[in-house]
């Protein structure tokens, strides 16, 4: 088959950190040859997509901001179209905090004002932020995730994410969130599939995550490439019900997906 599409994971999969994964860039190129569209969504929800743009830069590759989606602009994109008017108390960085202010929405301090509870990941997460977490809770005010990702992949290894704090929330709480947002959630993947503006079987999804990235494109029916760049070993792959189309050692082998197209 033709592709037409393809969205692609960020850490891990392109880049860790701003170094880019060896071959990346003549991936990027053999995409771009082929004349598929492409989309980098990301479930790192702390840095805005124009953001990306100087990332990518120090790692050797020009893109547009409009080629980026994170989780953290599939989150403001949820509550503005579905908590619009409430008051959200947050429990994440100043980076997301800010593209909610960006949006008109309405951030709180005060855990008794909340309306809204969105967690995301935060580096200087506290017991007492935690504690504000949990009687921000209180009652059935919903609870809002911005992804998933227990861990990320960097240059140094891996370190806490999002999903991490979500947990930790959700544990003191003693309730599931009502929505974590971000890959593979049908709103991300919604989002990106209007981004493309091809139909999901003409796209490919390419990541290093079977719980999200392959996870997104296999309920969307795209096909599904894996890349062993970062936190997916074989013990992990040999164990998930998740089963990718391709995997590759990285996307420096993406030839090989296309040849068979």
Do not use: W
């Not at 503006?197 to 490919?204: H, R, T």
């Amino acid at each position: 088959m033709t592709y037409r599409g393809a969205v692609l994971d960020v850490d891990g999969t392109v880049v860790r950190g701003d170094t880019p994964i060896p071959g990346a860039r003549d991936a990027l190129d053999a995409l771009d040859d082929a004349g598929i569209r492409r989309l980098f969504l990301s479930n790192n929800p702390t840095k805005a997509p124009r953001a990306y743009v100087d990332r990518f830069e120090r790692a050797g590759f020009a893109v547009d901001a409009d080629e980026v989606m994170t989780s953290g602009t599939v989150t403001v994109s949820y509550l503005a179209e579905h908590h619009a008017t409430d008051d959200l108390f947050v429990v994440g960085e100043s980076g997301f905090c800010t593209q909610l202010d960006e949006e008109g929405l309405t951030v709180v301090d005060d855990p008794n004002d909340a309306e809204t509870v969105v967690v995301s990941i935060d580096r200087e997460f506290t017991y007492d932020r935690l504690t504000q977490a949990l009687h921000a809770l209180d009652g059935d005010v919903p609870f809002v995730g911005t992804d998933p990702d227990v861990t990320i992949p960097t240059d140094e290894g891996l370190v806490p994410g999002s999903g991490a704090i979500i947990r930790a929330v959700a544990g003191v709480a003693e309730r599931d969130p009502n929505r974590i947002l971000g890959k593979p959630d049908e709103y991300a993947q919604q989002l990106a599939l209007d981004y493309l503006g091809v139909p999901a079987e003409d796209c490919l999804v390419v990541g290093d995550r079977l719980n999200t990235d392959i996870a997104l494109g296999a309920r969307a029916g795209m096909t599904t490439v894996l890349v062993r760049t970062g936190v997916t070993d074989q013990d992990t792959l040999n164990d998930s019900d998740v089963e990718p189309d391709y995997v590759l050692d990285s996307i420096a082998d993406i030839g090989r997906v296309l040849n068979d197209s």
